[in-house]
T-cell receptor, first 114, second 116 residues
């Protein structure tokens, strides 16, 4: 079946602009995660949804970052007043609920803030 | 706090050599999961294995094998008879296991280059 998809694959924006990154999880997966991967680093957790609600947003770096999942499927990560330090690959993952399930990752969105 | 350390930043081997990627973890949880993911040049993370902290049996899957040792907090990954297609960045990760879905804590990764 279809895997996790993310759009756009690449996004270049100017400092100070607003961006939205989209994640479409695997059908039937109720858990959805956002991670950020900087060059040469491992992915770092941002936020996790269980259904429509954010179960854990402790990884969001500041209040410029926000994410929604209004219908419990597609999620959008929103970044306001982008800064050059926000440049990274933003990864989305999904899984079934419960601890016994691995997370499947999408191809990521490469965000470049100029 | 949870932490995963992959001390090897880069490894280069000649095709058909065996190679072991090290992973050391820290956690206060008594129940947790350990993972390995592969990130090829295309960039998409590919799940390789999940191991429950209660299960210390080593696992073999084709040319891949994993050695979990709770006594040393290590979860090492060995590729036997390496191939060029094994070239990728490999990540070890950890999550708690007692409160439902939890985020993964990743190491910084080990870049493996297999030379023909």
């Amino acid at each position: 079946g279809a895997g996790v998809s993310q759009t756009p694959s690449n996004k270049v924006t100017e400092k100070g602009k607003y961006v939205e990154l989209r994640c479409d999880p695997i059908s039937g997966h109720t858990a959805l995660y956002w991670y950020r991967q900087s060059l040469g680093q491992g992915p770092e957790f941002l936020i996790y949804f269980q259904g429509t609600g954010a179960a854990d947003d402790s990884g969001l770096p500041n209040d410029r970052f926000f994410a929604v999942r209004p219908e419990g499927s597609v999620s959008t990560l929103k970044i306001q007043r982008t800064e050059r330090g926000d440049s990274a690959v933003y990864l989305c993952a999904s899984s079934y609920s419960g601890t016994d399930y691995e997370q499947y990752f999408g191809p990521g969105t490469r965000l470049t803030v100029t | 706090a949870q932490k995963v350390t992959q001390a090897q930043t880069e490894i280069s081997v000649v095709e058909k050599e065996d190679v072991t990627l090290d992973c050391v973890y820290e956690t206060r949880d008594t129940t947790y999961y350990l993972f390995w993911y592969k990130q090829p040049p295309s960039g998409e993370l590919v799940f390789l294995i999940r191991r429950n902290s209660f299960d210390e049996q080593n696992e073999i899957s084709g040319r891949y094998s994993w050695n979990f040792q709770k006594s040393t907090s290590s979860f090492n990954f060995t590729i036997t008879a390496s191939q060029v297609v094994d070239s990728a960045v490999y990540f070890c990760a950890l999550s708690e296991a007692y409160s439902g879905n939890t985020p993964l804590v990743f190491g910084k990764g080990t870049r493996l280059s297999v030379i023909a």
